[in-house]
């Protein structure tokens, strides 16, 4: 495991990408052996089933899959564009979720995907011209 983390290039942001990335897999699992969690999340409605939380935790996993990837290649342009798409994508979803199907509520299960996505957001876009060599 060590090996592993001494070959992650020396920037926060890939580091970060990391984080996520195993938080993300730690989701993974947990749609798929259960939805309490994904009930959490999604608390306003009970179209959380069995089948809802795997599709929920397959698109977690790819997720997790581009961030962890990013976050070895974090210098090349295209990689590091669609670890930003996840982060959008992921607070749209959420959002919409939230603001436009209400089909959840502000709280933890919300609030932590948001925040989590609206940081990395924010984070990638002010690292992007140190990390790659171009404008934000």
């Given at each position: 495991?060590?090996?592993?983390?001494a070959m992650l290039p020396d920037s926060l942001v890939a580091k970060w990408n990391?984080?996520?990335?195993?938080?993300?897999?730690?989701?993974?699992?947990?749609?798929?052996?259960?939805?309490?969690?994904?009930?959490?999340?999604?608390?306003?409605?009970?179209?959380?089933?069995?089948?809802?939380?795997?599709?929920?935790?397959?698109?977690?996993l790819l997720s997790a899959i581009v961030r962890f990837y990013c976050a070895y290649?974090?210098?090349?342009?295209?990689?590091?564009?669609?670890?930003?798409?996840?982060?959008?994508?992921?607070?749209?979803?959420?959002?919409?979720?939230?603001?436009?199907?209400?089909?959840?509520?502000?709280?933890?299960?919300?609030?932590?995907?948001?925040?989590?996505?609206?940081?990395?957001?924010?984070?990638?876009?002010?690292?992007?011209?140190?990390?790659?060599?171009?404008?934000?």
């Amino acid at each position: 495991m060590s090996q592993i983390l001494a070959m992650l290039p020396d920037s926060l942001v890939a580091k970060w990408n990391v984080v996520v990335s195993v938080a993300a897999l730690f989701n993974t699992v947990q749609s798929f052996l259960t939805p309490k969690l994904t009930k959490r999340v999604y608390s306003n409605t009970n179209e959380v089933n069995g089948l809802q939380g795997r599709t929920f935790g397959i698109w977690t996993l790819l997720s997790a899959i581009v961030r962890f990837y990013c976050a070895y290649h974090i210098t090349n342009p295209d990689v590091y564009f669609l670890c930003q798409c996840t982060y959008y994508l992921a607070c749209f979803h959420f959002l919409s979720e939230w603001l436009l199907f209400r089909t959840t509520n502000l709280g933890p299960g919300l609030l932590s995907p948001i925040v989590v996505s609206t940081v990395s957001i924010w984070f990638m876009a002010k690292e992007k011209a140190s990390i790659l060599g171009i404008a934000a």
